[in-house]
């Protein structure tokens, strides 16, 4: 097939490889970044200079960027996907967005005839570039089955959730999950390490305890490098827990847990903490500590 892909950063990038790699697809690269593109263009990837020239020909279109109003913007914005896009195309977004805005995407995809999946990922850069993420996907089941051979070229791991925008809800509830689990294994990190043990040997401990989680796994082997370079940016974090808050102030459902992790995420960013790794919520503690 011939797939075009948008977005080749810390998600897309290793995605879009793993196609050029693991399949036969031709694949058309655009991103603002030149040297993003160039990561994909030096396993075999053609790079376009615009969003038209990845629209052109391709059976798939798929987009991996950060935020929902930058996804409106490539596909709905001047010379976009949908602009540029024909009946009997295919448009997938891989990105983490506002399910009212795979909806109001999707409609405006389905009034020019072409079909849309949204297909959010979860399993980070690690998992990524190790073709083992969960693609959970939104849409027609014949749409679907038909991406297939695409969405497999870069994980086996590919569940189909129902119509467009379940896959969505499913990566929102999925991060506010991990982002609260990420917040009390900082917690618990902190009051372990304030009350002198060693961390260690504390990390050791709940790595194989019942407070073990893929959050404390990531956030304490953080917390013992020191290094809160972003592989999954606070911003995007802030972003995804927004968005599940947006999503129970709808349905009238409390969420407690979540909307005090969404405070601490505030405060970190606050920090200037925005751009580091998600798990640098760390640091607010380390700072009220004095550590
Ligand atoms: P990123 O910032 O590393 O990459 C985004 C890429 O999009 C960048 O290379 C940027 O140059 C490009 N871009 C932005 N606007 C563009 C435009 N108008 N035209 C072309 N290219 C443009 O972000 P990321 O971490 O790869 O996240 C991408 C999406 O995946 C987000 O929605 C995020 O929430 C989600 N996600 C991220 C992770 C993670 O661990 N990083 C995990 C799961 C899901």
């Known amino acids: 097939m011939k797939v075009g892909f948008i977005g080749v950063g810390n998600m897309g990038g290793p995605m879009c490889r793993n196609i050029v790699k693991r399949s036969n697809h031709q694949v058309t690269v655009f991103d603002l970044n030149a040297a993003a593109v160039k990561t994909c263009t030096d396993l075999g990837a053609t790079a376009a200079k615009s969003i038209a020239e990845v629209t052109k020909g ?3 279109v798929m987009t991996s960027l950060p935020m929902p109003k930058d996804v409106e913007a490539v596909t709905l914005g001047d010379n976009g996907i949908l602009a540029t896009i024909n009946k009997g ?11 009212s805005m795979v909806k109001k995407i999707g409609a405006a995809m389905a009034a ?7 297909a959010p990922v979860s399993g980070g850069t690690v998992g990524a570039e190790a073709a083992t993420i969960a693609i959970m ?6 749409v679907f089955d038909d991406a297939l051979p695409v969405l497999q070229s870069f994980s086996a791991n590919v569940i189909h959730m129902g119509e467009l925008g379940t896959g969505t809800v499913a990566k929102l509830v ?3 999950l991990a982002f609260c689990n990420a917040a009390a294994a900082a917690e618990g990190l902190m009051l372990g390490v304030t009350a002198g043990l060693d961390p260690k040997k504390l990390i050791q401990v709940v790595s194989s ?3 073990n989680s893929n959050a404390f796994k990531s956030l304490s082997e953080r917390s013992l490098s020191g290094d809160f370079k972003a592989s999954f940016a606070l911003d995007l974090a802030y972003k995804d827990l927004h968005l599940a808050l947006e999503l129970g102030d709808e349905l009238g459902v409390p969420l407690p ?3 005090s992790t969404h405070n601490l995420q505030r405060l970190a960013r606050g920090m200037k903490l925005g751009s580091s790794d998600s798990s640098s919520i760390l640091r607010v503690y380390e700072t009220a500590l004095g550590r």
């Open 89 to 99: 195309q295919t448009y997938i977004d891989l990105s983490t967005n506002a399910p």
């Open 112 to 118: 020019k005839g072409i079909a849309m999946l949204d």
């Open 257 to 259: 847990q979540g909307s």
């Open 174 to 176: 999925n991060n506010m």
């Open 209 to 211: 305890s019942s407070g």
């Open 58 to 60: 391709a059976d798939v």
């Open 137 to 142: 996907v939104g849409g027609d089941k014949k």
